[in-house]
């Protein structure tokens, strides 16, 4: 099951190693978490439902509009620490995070798909140390598994 935070942002950032490797302006920060039954079906239909997702406001203040409506940025992050098991012990558990070879082969499928809808799309750097920086708009927040 790949899981997705997804915020609604004013503007995000990440560095890696103390460069920068993307920034946004009005969209999306995603966090992505890969799980070790994921399938590339999977990942697509997650990509599908952010980008349609309606989490943005209209000119009535719904959230009515999307991603693509709006045109908005992307941010996608790796976040294998989204498949943390906490339930048992005081050290979380990854047993159900993917392979660090299959996440990325996902991860890199997953990012081609958002760039396929033309909006823009920014990424951190795949398994490294990363600061990100989040200016939450609203604060919206969602957490989706597929």
Not at 34 to 41: F, L, S
Not at 71 to 96: H, I, N
Request: with cysteine; net charge neutral; hydrophobic share 40%.
């Amino acid at each position: 099951m790949a899981k997705a935070v997804i915020q609604r942002v004013s503007s995000s950032s990440v560095r890696a190693n103390g460069a920068l490797t993307g920034e946004i302006g009005n969209g999306l920060n995603i966090l992505l978490g890969i799980g070790k039954n994921d399938t590339p079906t999977v990942l697509d239909a997650l990509a599908d439902k952010i980008i349609n997702l309606r989490i943005f406001e209209d000119a009535g203040g719904k959230m009515n509009l999307s991603a693509l409506e709006i045109k908005a940025e992307l941010l996608v992050v790796s976040q294998f620490t989204l498949y943390g098991d906490c339930r048992k012990g005081r050290r979380p558990g990854f047993d159900m995070a993917a392979a660090p070879e299959k996440a990325k082969e996902l991860y890199d499928r997953f990012v081609k798909k958002l760039r396929s809808s033309s909006l823009k799309t920014e990424t951190g750097v795949f398994g490294a140390d990363m600061a990100v920086s989040i200016e939450n708009d609203g604060p919206v927040t969602f957490i989706l598994e597929f």
